[in-house]
């Protein structure tokens, strides 16, 4: 099994940046990618990012490109998520999501769940 906590959520203004992070434990030589997936009020589940475990190869979607980054650690075994110039639309809860498979950005592919953090940006 593998386990993932999220932090860092909070409350920030229109134009702010925030910095998620996604700490990966237990059996982590299975995991190839790790994503980040967000849910606003009254919304679905949407794709945000992902990065390969082993390599540099991400994907974005088209609302966060230019704003945001991950990156990540492997010798902390965490992931993490830099928002920069974050909007109100940018308000959701944050999960951290990770598979054995390659990058992708559908949720069906991916095995593991954090429980997300909560992100709000007032205008």
């Known amino acids: 099994q593998v386990q993932l906590v999220e932090s860092g959520g909070g409350l920030v203004q229109a134009g702010d940046s925030l910095r998620l992070s996604c700490a990966a434990s237990?059996?982590?030589?299975?995991?190839?990618?790790i994503a980040w997936f967000r849910q606003a009020p009254g919304k679905e589940r949407e794709f945000v990012t992902a990065?390969?475990?082993?390599?540099?190869?991400?994907l974005y979607a088209d609302s966060v490109k230019d704003r945001f980054t991950i990156s990540r650690d492997n010798a902390k075994n965490t992931v993490y998520l830099q928002m920069n110039i974050l909007k109100p639309e940018d308000t959701a809860v944050y999960y951290c999501?990770?598979?054995?498979?390659?990058?992708?950005?559908?949720?069906?592919?991916?095995?593991?769940w954090g429980q997300g953090t909560q992100v709000t940006v007032s205008s």
């Open positions: 999501a990770a598979n054995k498979g390659r990058v992708t950005a559908r949720q069906v592919d991916y095995d593991y």
């Open positions: 237990g059996r982590t030589f299975n995991i190839y990618t």
């Open positions: 990065i390969w475990w082993g390599r540099d190869t991400t």
